[in-house]
Structure formats: structure tokens, C-alpha cells
């Protein structure tokens, strides 16, 4: 037996242990349940691929090769994992049909292929499968969607905006989840050629499989590493996902007793000076302007406004926007969103629907009203 053979079964422990961690703990993810738990699956379902791994390599073939059914599903949770971080919507529900009904197509070719019998080794089976070339063909279809999943999600993280410019030391941390994404980015194109070539040189698979059960483990060590480090509130803009947010009385521990008259001079100076039309209007901007801290600022608002940093200045962008969506010949969604302080349409859109429950196209056929211009 090759000694690289226990390497899946130390990964899939590692990675059992890691997802539980996640769960269980907070950790620097923040207060986001889903967030936690959407990692924690794309870890689980890493660690049952290991498992497959362990038992195909040596010798238990009636019980292996289960993980590539489910092997659709990296990359979308993945992504999922992205949007939850990055605070993005999606429609999740859309996704999670289309996902459940693809998974049962799989199962209804894929399945039959693993009760070939008459050959030890099950990928020689193929040859006399009907559908072959379907698998194949599909399965690196699957990989390079994958990809496609991933490296999304590392642009939609790239492009975000963040709602706090992180000092040095914090930029650091910052920098992990980016080693995480490039990680992964690399474990899914390794996943890729490891389909490719296990199709078309049956003879070197455990190989590929070894390797790529290596760069589990090395996912799994990046990961634990750079999860302490998560800065969320760089993009929720919700400072109680800092340590403070680990006290049992929300800011039990500040400085700032009483908070609402430094909420009194924020307000005035949002509103009357229209800051929230600044796109680089920061916690950070704030801070200097009020000579306070960050987590003050963000104290302040969440306790007075009741809503998060991000929330309460898009609030007054939302209302701008809306006067100017019913004007009688109003400018594109894209220039509206630009004029009242967003970065990008799609910014706009989950904002204004978020605030709204109506897209910003919808808000202007119910509520506009030629009769009045």
C-alpha cells in the first residue's frame, strides 16, 4: 500500500473536524448563520470526496466513486459562499430548483454506471456503459463550470465595495481570504485536468487522485488559518462583527455611554451635506470627520438608526434615487445609480430592492404618474 493511499483519510478527518468548527464557532465570519453553514457544506462535501478517494485507492470499488454525483456543487457553493460574504443577493431559490433538478439527472445516468459489474476496475467498466461520451463530456462540463463559479465569485469579491478602509494590520488579514480564493481557484482547475485525464489514462488515476487529495489538505490548512481573519465588516459595515460583538451585551464594553448625540451630528451632516452621494463615504470618513473611532461611528448608527452602516446611508440614496426615477424622462438605471453615490448598477439594484422590495424599474410603473409632469 502507497503511503500517499492515507492521505485522503487524513484530509477528510481534517476537514470533518474543520467544518464542525465552523459551525460551532463564530470565528471571524461574523454573525451570518448562512454564511457559516454554506462553508461548512462546501467543506463537508470536499471531505466525502476524500473519503471516496481513501476507499477507491485502496481497493473498495463497490463503495466508491459516489462523490462525482454531487461534484456540481463546489462551485455554486462556492459562489453562494461569496455573495453571502460580500452581502450580495442572489436568487437563491431559482438556483436551488435548478440545482435539485440536475442532481436527479445525474443520478439517472450517472447511478447505473456504478452497478457495472464484471471488471475490477470500475473505470474500464465504461466501455461497455451506453453512455460513455455523455458522462465524460458532462463530467469536464462540470469542471469548467466550476471554474467559471469560482472565478466569478473571486471578481464579485474583487469588486465589491468595502464600507471601512482597513489599516495596515487589517489589510493583511484581508489578504488571506484572497490566498483562499486563489486556493481554491487552483484546487478547481487541479479537480478539472484530474477529470480530463482519468477519462483518457485510466492507468495513472490514483496518481491524480493522490495529488489532488494533497491539495485538500493544503486547502483545509489555508482555510483554518485565514477564517480567524475574515474582516466581514469591511463589506456589512457592521462593526459587531469585530471581537467586541463577542460580549454578551452589545456594546456593554464601549467607551461611548451615550451615543446619540454624536448620531445627532452625523445625522445633520449626511443629510445637509448630502454625503451619502460621496461614493468613497466611509465608516473610516466618519470617523476623522467626528475625530471618534470607527466602532463609535458604527455604535452610534446601529443604536440610534437601528440599521447597519451600509443600510442607513443607502437609505438616503434610495430616496434620491427614487425622485429621480420619476421624472418624466429619466436617465438610465446606471447613471441613477452613479448620481446618488453606488458604484455599480448591481450594487444599486440589491440595495434599492432590499429597501424597497421592488426593483427600481417596478418602482417607477407603479408609483409614476404622467398626469402629474
Known sequence: MHILDFVPLFSAVFGILLGLFILVKRTGLGKNKRLRLVLALLIFLMSFTAIDYYLFLNGHYDYSGFSALYDHLIGFLFYYFITLFTGTEIPVKKWGIILIIYTVIRYAFILPYFQLEGSEYPLEAMNDYPLKYFIIVEYIIVGFVNMILVIAGYFLFKNKPQYAILDANRQIHLQWIKIVIIAIIILTFSILISAIMSFFDF????????????????????????????????FTGDYEDLEQANSRTKYSKSSLSDSSELFARIEKAVVQEKLYLNQELKLNSLADRFNKSIHHISQAINENAHKTFPDYINQFRIEEAKKKLLKPEPDTIFAIAIDVGFNSK???YYAFKKLTHCTPTAFRKKHYDPGKS
Open 203 to 234: 492507468g495513472h488515476l490514483k496518481a491524480y487522485l493522490r495529488i489532488e487529495t494533497l491539495l485538500y489538505v493544503v486547502f483545509f490548512l489555508v482555510l483554518a488559518f485565514s477564517m480567524m481573519q475574515f474582516p466581514v465588516f469591511i
Open 346 to 348: 448591481a450594487n444599486f
